[in-house]
């Protein structure tokens, strides 16, 4: 879809997307290479000081993907709130992933997924501010979807992003997950989740300019 985009707003998306897949992988990836968390948490505080160069005028970065990001910043205003909730959020990560409600788990996903929707407007460009609602509630609802999505993988990995009182209600333990048991409570349970994220689908339609 970037190849649909002028070079220069292409350009900038790609330098957002590199910066998401590369913290990112600082937590993903580092945690299956064996690399403790201190480590992990020590690399991603190295990229907060690399966004706050992005926004200093009279400073290059020097890493690569940083120089590239700096030039978005200028040229499209990309907000430095939005990249460093990325940062934020890839974090949360680091930690045994449990949410206890529904409510717990929102700011993780605003922080994973609408933030970059943030970022990504300010590149497209918009007359209207009801945009930065839409991509909000875009975001809540596609993360939602990809936790739905690899719910197993993701047990399997020690995460379970689904609130813990969706699963006692359902009667659906995190071994059922882990182990891919598939029964009517955890139809139930995907049930419960699905409406969610059309929740935030519909109110993301509802705010598009």
Known sequence: AFLSLPKPKRDALYAVYAFCR?????????????????????????????????????????????????????AYGIP???LEAII????MDLDR??????????????????????CCIE?????DVRARDYAVNLGMALQLTNIIRDVGADARAGRVYLPQEDLRGFGVTTDDLRLGRYSNA???????ASAGAREFYRAAREAFP
């Open 22 to 74: 590369t913290v990112d992988d600082i937590a993903d990836l580092g945690g299956e290479r064996g690399e403790s968390p201190a480590s992990q948490r020590a690399r991603l505080a190295q990229w907060r000081e690399v966004v706050a160069r992005c926004y200093a005028p009279s400073v290059e970065p020097e890493h690569p993907i940083a120089r590239r990001l700096a030039a978005g910043v200028r």
């Open 80 to 82: 430095r709130h939005a």
């Open 88 to 91: 934020d959020g890839v974090e």
């Open 97 to 118: 992933v449990v949410y206890e409600k529904a409510d717990d788990l929102y700011p993780y996903c605003y922080r994973v997924a609408s933030a970059v929707g943030l």
């Open 123 to 127: 590149i497209f460009g918009y007359t």
């Open 186 to 192: 955890f139809v139930r349970l995907m049930a419960h």
